[in-house]
């Protein structure tokens, strides 16, 4: 069995690297920029009023006389004598000859004159043609994650699409003769499908929006048919249950019929060991177990790992924190367990079963034990993965 800092080499080195497509800036949202943006224009495009007032060519009289006015989206050809105002609103272009805004609030308005009623300075309430980027700059490096605000700027650059690495199309594989939707009357010897749509909607926290559930009896020719339709048209496969060693655990032998490359199968883990890893052309297939705790697990550590990179998205790294209490490992396996991150350290879960869907509920963070490590001592340092819930 592989170790998991293997399991993650190999995940990383045989995932798919990101490919390219464009996006509409209303459907680009958390996915990662593929090219460096260039300004097509300065912004602002021309010099606008920030206030509501006067633009005046300034002058020691302080009064000055109302010859024109101008609205936000108007043009103006008016050239300001010294002396002369034009009424603006805030967003106006400013006429070039104005040195200064002066604020509706700063000036008494009678008989077509107003008169300034503070001292300003040039420039003052003007922002000016290109002061957040000049046309051609560099406005959006590439690798930027695209938040409402990047594509909020990519719009007001007047782009309405852009390049962004392409989400992973997904398959789940949901096996089991066992299993039955949530809402239907359970029969005996039944259990309900948690695996998912716990799965469905981590994929959805990962921004990925084309989602297909096959189910899947624990029979041959029924796994095969499905798997070799998921195969062809999805980026990713993920399958939940059939994994072990059990006679109708059928995944393992599903996927060498079809001709999938094995990376792995089984990480020397607690929870999750049973665990396929392949690739069948540009798929890439995870065999996940159906415990539902290891199947979560297994789909932070690894699957969240595949995903990002498909998505040219940063890796996530393991951080590190201070234990609340000590931990000890006996069997020589690394371990992942259910925590907590308060302000002042990791606390660990008491039920760290790997069927158990009750303890994850409040869980934050997987701690990491290596396999090598048999205590870790209340006060030391472990590493964490920050988890998606
Ligand atoms: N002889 C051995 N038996 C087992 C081993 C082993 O090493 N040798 N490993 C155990 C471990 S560890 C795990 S984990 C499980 C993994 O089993 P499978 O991946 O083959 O999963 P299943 O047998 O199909 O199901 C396991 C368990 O999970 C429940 N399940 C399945 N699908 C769902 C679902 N969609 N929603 C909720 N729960 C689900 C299923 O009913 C079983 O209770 O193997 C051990 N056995
Ligand atoms: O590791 Mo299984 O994934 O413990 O029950």
């Known amino acids: ?37 260039h300004a097509p224009i300065s912004l602002p495009p021309f010099q606008q009023s920030a206030m509501d007032g006067f633009a005046v060519k300034l002058t020691s009289e302080e009064n000055y006389k109302i010859v024109g006015c101008v609205q936000a989206g108007d043009i103006s050809d008016i050239i300001l004598k010294e002396g002369e105002a034009v009424r603006i609103y805030t967003g106006a272009k400013v006429p070039f ?53 990047a594509l909020a700027y990519a719009a007001a650059l007047g782009l309405d699409r852009v390049k962004v690495y392409k989400r992973p199309d997904v398959a789940l594989l949901i096996t089991g003769n066992e299993v039955q939707p949530p809402g239907d009357k359970l029969e005996e010897g039944k259990i309900y499908d948690s695996n998912s749509i716990m799965l469905q909607l ?4 990962l921004g990925i929006k084309t989602i297909r559930c096959f189910y899947v009896s624990d029979e041959m020719d029924d796994t095969l048919h499905k798997l070799k339709e998921a195969i062809e048209n999805y980026d990713i496969l993920i399958a939940s249950g059939g ?99 308060t302000v002042d350290g990791i606390e660990i879960h008491k039920n760290q079963s790997s069927s158990m869907l009750v303890s994850l509920i409040k869980t934050d963070v997987l701690v990491y034990v290596p396999a090598d490590t048999a205590c870790i001592e209340k006060g030391k340092e472990v590493l964490y993965l920050d988890i998606l819930q």
């Open 243 to 341: 994994v072990s060693v059990g006679d109708y655990d059928l995944m393992e032998r599903a996927f060498e019929t079809l001709g999938v490359m094995q990376h792995f199968y089984k990480i020397n883990q607690k929870p999750g060991k049973p665990i396929y890893f392949g690739t069948k052309e540009k798929t890439i297939l995870f065999g996940l177990p159906g415990n539902p705790a290891a199947c979560f697990i297994n789909f932070q550590v690894y699957v969240v790992a595949a995903i990002q990179k498909a998505m040219n998205c940063k890796e996530r790294g393991f951080k590190k924190a201070v234990l609340k209490e000590s931990i000890e490992n006996s069997n020589g396996k690394s371990l992942f367990l259910r925590g907590n991150k």
């Open 97 to 149: 000859s104005a040195d200064a805004v002066l604020m509706a609030e700063h000036v008494v308005e009678k008989n077509g004159y107003i008169k300034q009623a503070r001292p300003y300075t040039g420039k003052t309430n003007i922002k000016l043609a290109g002061e957040q980027v000049k046309k051609g700059d560099l406005a959006i490096p590439k690798n930027t994650l695209l938040n409402s605000s």
């Open 1 to 37: 069995m592989i170790s998991v800092y293997e399991a993650l080499q190999i995940v990383f080195q045989q995932s798919i690297a990101a490919t390219i497509t464009e996006a509409s800036i209303i459907n680009a949202e958390g996915h990662v920029l593929a090219e460096d943006v």
């Open 202 to 205: 981590l994929l959805r926290k």
